[in-house]
T-cell receptor
Framework: EADIYQTPRYLVIGTGKKITLECSQT?????MYWYQQDPGMELHLIHY???????EKGDLSSESTVSRIRTEHFPLTLESARPSHTSQYLC??????????????FGPGTRLTVL | GNSVTQMEGPVTLSEEAFLTINCTYT??????LFWYVQYPGEGLQLLLK?????DKGSNKGFEATYRKETTSFHLEKGSVQVSDSAVYFC???????????????FGQGTILTVHP
């Protein structure tokens, strides 16, 4: 089982600020994902990575950007936060190369509020 | 494209009642199917999964059977507890191969509240 860590758990910030949401996993897995969960609960894939220096946009367009310089870390950045970015952001990573069914493990999430 | 449709909630039940949350999907090929649960203030946890037709996933008294003919994966529990109160998500993942491999598509989530 993968351990997925996210910081901060909660963040309240003013409009226009730059923020970075951290996600890390300790199992050396190649795949990592970011999901955005809106107040209506729906989850949407916004970014994913299949390994170092690999990043792709997901199904839902997002103004955020990601980077994957190290296997363990997959941070998400908003250059200029806006109230429309208020949401919960969930990071996930699958169970590893031996799991062909892509069971994903999720971090606890970061609840972002932009005033 | 792939899609997952869950029954709309919220669902409110008394303790020990029978639970069904319907889930149907649209996908090419033979996806893997999952139920995830999200307790208040937490991330998602895998509840159960099924990876091929007629498989039954089960965990903590919950069950779901992969029905290819009806493209369904309904979640059931014979006797719910207050501690089962949470949001439940049905999801699918394309199986190996293709550019979509590795991505989960979620249903919209169903809030379950169980009263004593």
């Amino acid at each position: 089982e993968a351990d997925i860590y996210q910081t901060p758990r909660y963040l309240v910030i003013g409009t226009g600020k730059k923020i970075t949401l951290e996600c890390s996993q300790t199992m050396g897995h190649d795949k990592m994902y970011w999901y955005q969960q809106d107040p209506g609960m729906e989850l949407h894939l916004i970014h994913y990575s299949y390994g170092v220096n690999s990043t792709e946009k997901g199904d839902l367009s997002s103004e955020s950007t990601v980077s994957r310089i190290r296997t363990e870390h997959f941070p998400l950045t908003l250059e200029s936060a806006r109230p429309s970015h208020t949401s919960q952001y969930l990071c996930a990573s699958p169970g590893g190369a031996g799991d062909p069914y892509n069971e994903q493990f999720f971090g606890p999430g970061t609840r972002l509020t932009v005033l | 494209g792939n899609s997952v449709t869950q029954m709309e909630g919220p669902v409110t039940l008394s303790e020990e009642a029978f639970l069904t949350i319907n889930c149907t999907y649209t996908a090419t090929g033979y996806p893997s199917l999952f139920w995830y649960v999200q307790y208040p203030g937490e991330g998602l946890q895998l509840l159960l999964k099924a990876t091929k037709a007629d498989d039954k996933g089960s965990n903590k008294g919950f069950e779901a059977t992969y029905r290819k003919e009806t493209t369904s994966f309904h979640l059931e529990k014979g006797s719910v507890q207050v501690s089962d109160s949470a949001v439940y998500f049905c999801a699918l993942s394309p199986n190996a191969g293709g550019t979509s491999y590795g991505k989960l598509t979620f249903g919209q989530g169903t809030i379950l509240t169980v009263h004593p």
